[in-house]
């Protein structure tokens, strides 16, 4: 029997069916009198299916094997798709939709864990009723027609929807593929399967296809369907201009890098040009002419050239090597500027930035002077001490204008790590050399005009000690080789000029102190304040703020008076700061046309500063009541101590004033003295056997100390015991002694300035301290009565009897 003969006739025209529907598209659709009435369901949660589509669908194995094994046994191989809500594996009945499609399953293949079949849309059913509410689904369906059309309106809606898909594979091609496949089994007089295609092709959410899906009015489906193809076609012509924006821009860069690219091939063939290694090589060579290079360093640069010239440049060690060789060769090796050695020249501009500090000025042309006979300025270190705002940074700059010199500038403050000073290692990532060749990079010269600010400020850490390592940089016995880390060649510090500023000298390391020429700015009295405040503050405010000295001026008196009642300090920054306020406020007026001009006096400075910072001073007087002098790094200040007997029930001494421990030993001392003394300088001997005495120093919330009250609370002591008040307008400062010696104390010039501003003119001081006095300016001892005690008995002759060694 042959193999034709085992088949019925009916079963041959099925057999026939199947293989003209795998051969030719138009055959797939199922008719629809041969589609079952129960149909096995597949859930779809990615998206719905529609009657118009064929397109591959895959499932787990588990739980859908069993379900599709039952599905092949069908001849008709239908499945029912629904969508349902995304379930890990079989969802509830209750997850599925409503309306679903009905499907041909064609080629299923069992890969790994996934099923893959070919599915074909045939037509929508609405599920009657689950036979089966677990894997595998039975439902009982009911096929759903599509409605009757107007010719007219869907013969509209079928162009619109033609013209968009049209648009739509111009701008993206391939939708052209779906279009293809879908003219192959319908036309476009199918206006209901036409929309099914138009939804099936975008990329809208699940929910807008679905509720396609479920629209039976073909006009209706057909609008959403349109509705969908715009906003495709929105999305697709935004990725249009975005995609062509993103290739036109790089295609720009494409063009560049290959016209370069031929640019330096031609350019390198015809001798032009180099490549980039060779051409960084030659510009660090061209950088070394001119310049007087010592032997060693010049070896160790050209090792380092011949290295770049065979490393390939995208390596690492390549960008390591050619950031060496950029410091290495931007040194300024033997540059150096002319000085310009006319003192007098020196003096006009110390006298034009700088109004006062007389002695100052005297200091540095000495030292100028010294270094213009030698012929050469480098070797020193000058150490500029005084309280904030004196004019410390503007005296270094003005000191490298006056020599002609290049002027480099960085702060000391809060610095902790020795690699600053002396650079890293080139080992690590992002290293550096240190500040010091970094400045002469920048001002391209040997011999500068270094500024160390804060130099009391450094601070020390695990990574090192800074101010340790600031020796060998400073000391002129050993910066002629100074040893930079990161370059590891001796360089030539020794013709720079080094300047440091500090408000004290008790926190720089006395190693470093020794190597430096102290000099001691002390603060400004008002004279000095008023000059520098007419000749320099003013005019500097006027000029940085475009004002014309006929709009706005200050009367002399309004500045004495700020200057008196306002800012007090021993600094100008603070007085600066107040100028500043005048002068916006009085900008506003003119602005607002309230004034054409301004002249502040004495009467405005309230109104435009507010109310005195500072009340007229009453120097404490009374008895045990004696005015001392401190001295402190923001300058000098009057500090009044105060006696008093507290009762006679026990004898003994209390101390107050948040004192430190040289303040307390100071007064230890002081009480010591005078009660050993006592039948020598008081009235009744008995005095401090049956008294608890109590010595305050005002302001307790202030911390105070050092070594220079113990005079001031000694007279305190003996005035309360003596019950004699000391007399009006008198100040002291000395430490005492056990037996009755007045040593010296430091910061006479402070003190006396503290003194002035207080309207104070008589001043007890100790012997030691007649040459310091002696060099003072004339303009600080003018119109000072000072006198000058070696033993503390001296000192009581002077406030008790006026009887003294004076200098007036």
């Known amino acids: 029997m042959s193999n034709d003969e085992q088949y019925t006739d009916e079963q041959l025209e099925d057999i026939e069916a199947d293989d003209v529907a795998i051969s030719d598209p138009r055959a797939l659709a199922l008719p629809d009198d041969v589609l079952p009435d129960t149909l096995y369901i597949l859930p779809i949660s990615s998206r719905p299916f529609f009657p118009a589509q064929v397109q591959p669908v895959m499932v787990d194995a588990d739980p859908w094997e069993n379900t599709l094994d039952l599905i092949a046994e069908n001849p008709q191989m239908a499945v029912g798709l629904v969508y349902a809500d995304k379930v890990k594996g079989a969802p509830p009945v209750e997850a599925f939709r409503t309306i679903g499609c009905v499907a041909r399953v064609h080629k299923a293949e069992k890969q790994n864990d996934k099923i893959t079949f070919l599915a074909q849309g045939v037509k929508r059913f609405e599920v009657v009723e689950w036979l089966s509410e677990t894997a595998p689904y039975l439902a009982r369906v009911r ?57 099936s092709i975008t990329s809208g959410d699940a929910k807008e296809l679905y509720e396609v899906l479920e629209t039976i009015s073909v006009p209706a489906r057909m609008h959403l369907s349109l509705t969908l193809l715009k906003k495709e076609l929105e999305i697709a012509r935004l990725q249009n201009e975005i995609s062509a924006e993103v290739n036109e821009k790089i295609s720009h860069h494409q063009r560049e890098f290959f016209l370069k690219e031929q640019l330096k091939v031609i350019q390198k063939e015809l001798g032009i040009s180099k490549d980039d290694r060779t051409s960084d090589v030659e510009s660090f060579e061209a950088r070394l002419e001119g310049k007087t290079v010592p ?41 150096h500027s002319k000085d310009n050695l006319d003192i007098k020249i020196a003096r ?23 270094g213009a006979h030698r012929g050469e300025m480098g ?16 005296i270094g700059k003005s000191i490298a204008e006056s020599l002609n010199r290049k002027f480099y500038r960085f702060s000391l403050g809060g610095m902790r790590d020795e690699a600053e000073i002396k650079g890293h290692r ?36 695990f990574q090192g000690d800074p101010a340790s390592s600031l020796l060998e940089a400073l000391d002129p016995e050993q910066n002629s080789e100074f040893l930079d880390h990161y370059l590891d060649m001796r360089v030539d510090l020794s013709k720079t000029l080094f300047i440091c500023t500090a408000n004290q000298l008790d926190t720089i390391p006395a190693p470093l102190l020794d190597r430096m020429d102290v000099i001691r700015l002390s603060g400004y009295i008002g004279d000095e304040k008023l000059a520098i405040a007419k000749q320099h503050l003013w ?37 600066d700061k107040l100028l500043q306020k005048i002068l916006r406020k009085s900008v506003v007026s003119l602005m607002t046309g309230e004034k054409d001009s301004i002249s502040v006096g004495v009467k405005d400075v309230e109104t435009l500063l507010g109310m005195p910072y500072f009340r007229p001073e009453k120097t404490l007087q009374g008895v045990g009541v004696v005015t001392g002098l401190a001295w402190t790094s923001m300058g000098g200040a009057t500090l009044p101590i105060e006696a008093n007997k507290v009762h006679e029930l026990t004898r003994g001494l209390k101390l107050t004033g948040k004192l430190g421990d040289v303040m307390k030993e100071s007064a230890e001392i002081a009480y010591s003295y005078v009660f050993s003394h006592a039948k020598s300088y008081q009235k009744a001997p008995e005095f401090f056997d049956k008294s608890l005495i109590h010595l305050h120093v005002p302001e307790g919330a202030t911390p105070k100390d050092g070594p220079s009250a113990g005079v001031t609370m000694a007279t305190a002591l003996m005035s309360l015991a ?52 002696e060099e003072l300016p004339d303009s600080v001892k003018e119109g000072m009565t000072i006198h000058f005690a070696e033993r503390f008995t001296d000192v009581e002759k002077i406030v008790f009897n006026r009887c003294s060694n004076d200098i007036h």
């Open 426 to 461: 080139r080992t690590y990532v992002g290293a550096l050399p240190g500040k010091f060749v970094q400045a002469l990079k920048d001002v391209e010269v040997e011999n500068p005009v270094i500024m160390l600010d804060e130099v009391d400020k450094i601070g020390s850490s």
């Open 539 to 575: 005019p500097k405010l006027l000029k940085k703020n475009k004002l014309l000295k006929k709009q706005l001026n200050i009367t002399d008196a309004a500045l004495r008076h700020i200057i008196e009642h306002y800012a007090r300090e021993a600094g100008v920054r603070g007085l």
């Open 379 to 394: 070797g020193s270190i000058l150490l500029l001490v005084g309280p904030p705002g004196v004019g410390k940074t503007s």
């Open 722 to 773: 003596r019950n004699e008040p000391i007399r009006r307008g008198l100040a002291m400062t000395g430490e005492l002694t056990l037996t009755g010696q007045v040593l010296a104390v430091g910061g006479i010039r402070e003190k006396l300035i503290a003194a002035k501003r207080s309207k104070i003119s008589e001043v007890i001081l100790p012997e030691p301290n007649r040459r310091d006095f």
């Open 295 to 335: 032997d060693s360093v010049n070896e160790k640069i050209q090792e380092e050239l011949h290295k770049l010239s065979i490393l390939e440049t995208g390596s690492p060690e390549y960008g390591v090597t050619r950031n060496y060789l950029d410091w290495a060769t931007s040194i300024p090796w033997g540059v």
């Open 143 to 199: 096929y759903i027609n599509d409605s009757k059309v107007n010719n007219d309106e869907s013969k509209a809606y079928s162009i619109a929807i033609l013209d968009s898909i049209k648009e739509l594979i111009r701008l993206n091609p391939l939708f052209s593929e779906d279009l293809r496949q879908y003219l192959g089994r319908f036309s476009f007089n199918e206006p209901g399967l036409l929309a099914d295609f138009a939804a």
């Open 348 to 370: 006009d501009v110390l006298e034009s930035h700088h109004a006062g500090l007389g002695d100052i000025k005297d200091h540095i042309v000495e030292f100028l002077a010294l």
